[in-house]
């Protein structure tokens, strides 16, 4: 599936801002044998003083922006044309639990894609007995890993509520967990505790949904935004796979990743600081249209 996907991130600030420093990771990835990125482009105005590209430890795209002038309004965008040809749902046996925690004490690769990075706690995805023990419950005898992830993905889509007014960006996973209501980045998070929590590696993914409009309904433009959801290492030879909890589903193609991390933090699509006086207002707006099988 092609697709075109544009962004658009605008910021105005009450009184002028100065020494302003963005990081942008919100360009898609090259994935070899599912996704390849055609072309794209950032545009920032006003001009920042530097803008630097970059790959950061996990291999996501990263642009590096600071702006020397102050201004009242800077305006962030990036168009991007990708070609997404496979999903990321399982294509080889998983291993069962069991063997899955053998594997794991096994591993020496401490490289980008080590599972040996997606084990611990990090940031927003602390240890907590409680979605732990609720995940327990959710699986039973020697499944397999990727039927666990399943399991686990569809029981928080069945609890949780999907609510963009109901958390923020910094809104404690059990606390989300607890009242049953959240967006994807809570589902997410709440997935990757309960599953580290049964020994399970498994990380975030940080990319863009198509979304459909209503059967007789255009689709509206700026109607699409980032999304999230989850990836689990289901043992040598299934390897990687990713669900996508808020919508209970394994990833398919309309899933474009644009980045891989522990959690949000290592993912987020717009991270910066600035100095000025007083406050500001900021707009977001996403469009993925497919252009093409």
Known sequence: MLYDIKLALDYAFEAPAAGARQVLRAMPLGIPGRQQLINGAVSVSPLPST??????????????????????????????????????????????LPQLREAIGALRDLGPRSPMHFLPASRYTPEDPGIRNW????????RAVSEIV????????????????????????AEAFAARHGVCQDFTHIMIIGLRGLGIPCGYVSGYLRTLPPPGQPRLEGADAMHA?????????????EYDPTNATFAGTDHIVVGYGRDYADVAPIRGAIRTAGGHTSNQSVDVIPVGP
């Open 229 to 241: 959801w989850v990836c689990a290492w289901c043992g040598p030879e299934a390897g990687w796979v």
């Open 150 to 173: 399943s399991d686990v993905g569809e029981a928080i889509n069945g609890e949780m509520r999907f609510d963009a007014d109901a958390t923020t960006v910094d809104t404690p996973a």
């Open 135 to 142: 995940a327990s419950g959710h699986w039973s005898g020697h």
């Open 51 to 96: 803008c630097v590209d970059r790959s950061d430890f996990f291999g996501n795209t990263v642009t590096e922006m600071a702006f020397s002038e102050a201004s009242r309004n800077i305006v962030i965008s990036l168009e991007a044309r990708v070609e997404v040809t496979a999903g990321a749902s399982p294509v080889a046996p998983a291993s069962t």
